[in-house]
């Protein structure tokens, strides 16, 4: 079903965390897995004063860092027996994912989202942007890591919490 599987990293554990269920539908599926990360340089615009020279040195400092990064993170997939391809693009993030998946004829965007409720979609994240824009399929796993309540016996064997 899925031959192409498209995997937005930005260098966050967070983000990362949609790799083993990404690495169990690749081998079912016997899908090409791409690794992409968007250098995205928002503070640019600001600074467009600033020398040339020092804007240049950390564009290639962000693309070296790219390229080690996903290196590293594709070898952890192959050693799970994934064929992994590796991407690094520069812009906006939302934009620059959805159009690689259509220019590389993708199948499927799976990115993980930490999912902030309502806020988030007022204000506009990078998962929601593409889940609404894509014109393929898009997995969104929610990977925020939620604390049950302290039980009543928890409660009273915690110093300073309170009984409400």
Same mark, same amino acid.
């Given at each position: 079903?899925?031959?192409?599987?498209?995997?937005?990293?930005?260098?966050?554990?967070?983000?990362?965390?949609?790799?083993?269920?990404?690495?169990?539908?690749?081998?079912?599926?016997?899908?090409?897995? #791409?690794?992409?990360?968007?250098?995205?340089?928002?503070?640019?615009?600001?600074?467009?004063?600033?020398?040339?020279?020092?804007?240049?040195?950390?564009?290639?400092? &962000?693309?070296?860092?790219?390229? #080690?990064?996903?290196? &590293?993170?594709?070898?952890?997939?192959?050693?799970?027996?994934?064929?992994?391809?590796?991407?690094?693009?520069?812009?906006?993030?939302?934009?620059?994912?959805?159009?690689?998946?259509?220019?590389?004829?993708?199948?499927?965007?799976?990115?993980?989202?930490?999912?902030?409720?309502?806020?988030?979609?007022?204000?506009?994240?990078?998962?929601?942007?593409?889940? #609404?824009?894509? #014109?393929?399929?898009?997995?969104?796993?929610?990977?925020?890591?939620?604390?049950?309540?302290?039980?009543?016996?928890?409660?009273?064997?915690?110093?300073?919490?309170?009984?409400?």
């Amino acid at each position: 079903m899925f031959k192409k599987i498209l995997v937005p990293l930005d260098g966050s554990e967070l983000a990362a965390k949609i790799l083993p269920q990404v690495v169990e539908m690749a081998k079912c599926f016997q899908a090409e897995v #791409t690794l992409l990360h968007v250098c995205y340089y928002p503070i640019w615009t600001e600074i467009a004063e600033a020398p040339t020279a020092m804007l240049e040195k950390a564009r290639e400092k &962000e693309l070296k860092w790219c390229s #080690t990064f996903l290196g &590293e993170a594709a070898k952890k997939l192959q050693a799970q027996g994934v064929t992994v391809k590796t991407g690094c693009v520069e812009g906006v993030p939302a934009r620059e994912i959805i159009y690689y998946a259509s220019k590389n004829k993708m199948d499927l965007i799976a990115m993980a989202t930490h999912g902030k409720g309502e806020v988030a979609w007022v204000i506009g994240s990078t998962a929601e942007k593409v889940v #609404t824009h894509a #014109t393929v399929p898009v997995l969104l796993a929610r990977v925020i890591e939620v604390k049950p309540p302290l039980l009543k016996e928890e409660w009273f064997a915690t110093p300073g919490v309170e009984i409400p």
